[in-house]
C-alpha cells in the first residue's frame, strides 16, 4: 500500500533562518505532489505541485521554493523566513492523471518567531 | 481558474441529527468532485468522491449529489455523531495536466451530544 511521510511534524524557527520541509511517498511511482500551506482555521492554498522529477509549479509567488530531486521526494524550501510563513504545511501525493483523490501528510506547524 | 464556493463556514448539529455542506464550483468542465474531513492537527483524509458522470454517490452515513447544471454538489451527513465533528474541505479539478484540486474555504461541523 501506498504511504506518505513528512517530517518534521513542529518547528519553530527565527524569522530569517532557512527552511527544509521533506515528503516522501512509498508505494507508488511517478505520483504527483503537492506542497499546501493552511494558516490557522483557514483553507488549504496550493504553493507548488510536481508531475515529475524536476518538473516544479509555482501557483503563488512567495517566500518559498520546491525541489523534486527524486521521483517520490519533494521538498519544500526557503533560504530567509519570514513571519507571514508561519502557518501548517501539508505535502499531498496523487495517481498521475486526472480524476484522483489526494492523500494528505500528517503535516508539519511551522511557527516563525 | 476554477473557484469553489463553500457554505456554511459553520454548522452546529445535535447528535443524530443531519448536516447538510454546499459547494459551487464556477468552471463547468471540473469533473471531479472529491470531499476531505480533517481533524485537529492532523491532514485532510478523503471520505468520499463523485465523478461528473454520476448524480449520486453513498457510503454508509455519507452521501454526495452532484448537480452539473447548476454546478453545485453537497455532502450529506446522516445520524451525526460526535466523531463527525471535524472540518469538511470540498474540492473541484478540472481535466488538465497535474491532477490540482482548488479547494473551498472549509466548513467546521460540530456535532452535539
Keep these: 500500500s501506498q504511504t506518505i511521510h513528512q517530517w518534521p511534524a513542529t518547528l519553530v524557527q527565527p524569522v530569517g533562518s532557512p527552511l527544509s520541509l521533506e515528503c516522501t511517498v512509498e508505494g507508488t511511482s511517478n505520483p504527483n505532489?503537492?506542497?499546501?500551506?493552511?494558516?490557522?482555521?483557514?483553507?488549504?492554498q496550493l504553493l507548488f505541485y510536481s508531475v515529475g522529477i524536476?518538473?516544479?509549479?509555482?501557483?503563488?509567488?512567495?517566500?518559498?521554493?520546491?525541489?523534486?530531486?527524486?521521483?517520490?521526494q519533494f521538498i519544500l524550501s526557503s533560504k530567509k523566513l519570514l513571519l507571514s510563513d508561519s502557518g501548517f504545511y501539508l505535502c499531498a501525493w496523487s495517481r498521475a492523471g486526472p480524476d484522483y483523490g489526494y492523500t494528505f501528510g500528517s503535516g508539519t506547524r511551522l511557527t516563525v518567531v | 481558474g476554477e473557484n469553489v464556493e463553500q457554505h456554511p463556514s459553520t454548522l452546529s448539529v445535535q447528535e443524530g441529527d443531519s448536516a447538510v455542506i454546499k459547494c459551487t464550483y464556477s468552471d463547468s468542465a471540473s469533473n471531479y468532485?472529491?470531499?476531505?474531513?480533517?481533524?485537529?492537527?492532523?491532514?485532510?483524509?478523503?471520505?468520499?468522491?463523485?465523478?461528473?458522470?454520476?448524480?449520486?454517490?453513498?457510503?454508509?452515513?455519507?452521501a454526495v449529489t452532484l448537480n452539473k447544471t447548476a454546478k453545485h454538489f453537497s455532502l450529506h451527513i446522516t445520524e451525526t455523531q460526535p466523531e463527525d465533528s471535524a472540518v469538511y474541505f470540498c474540492a473541484a479539478s478540472l481535466p488538465r495536466a497535474g491532477n490540482k484540486l482548488t479547494f473551498g474555504g472549509g466548513t467546521r461541523v460540530l456535532v452535539k451530544p
Design chain 1, 54 to 72: 524536476g518538473q516544479i509549479s509555482s501557483e503563488v509567488p512567495q517566500n518559498l521554493s520546491a525541489s523534486r530531486p527524486q521521483d517520490r
Design chain 2, 33 to 62: 468532485f472529491p470531499w476531505y474531513k480533517q481533524e485537529l492537527g492532523k491532514g485532510p483524509q478523503l471520505i468520499i468522491d463523485i465523478r461528473s458522470n454520476v448524480g449520486e454517490k453513498k457510503d454508509q452515513r455519507i
Design chain 1, 33 to 44: 505532489l503537492y506542497w499546501y500551506r493552511q494558516a490557522a482555521g483557514r483553507g488549504l
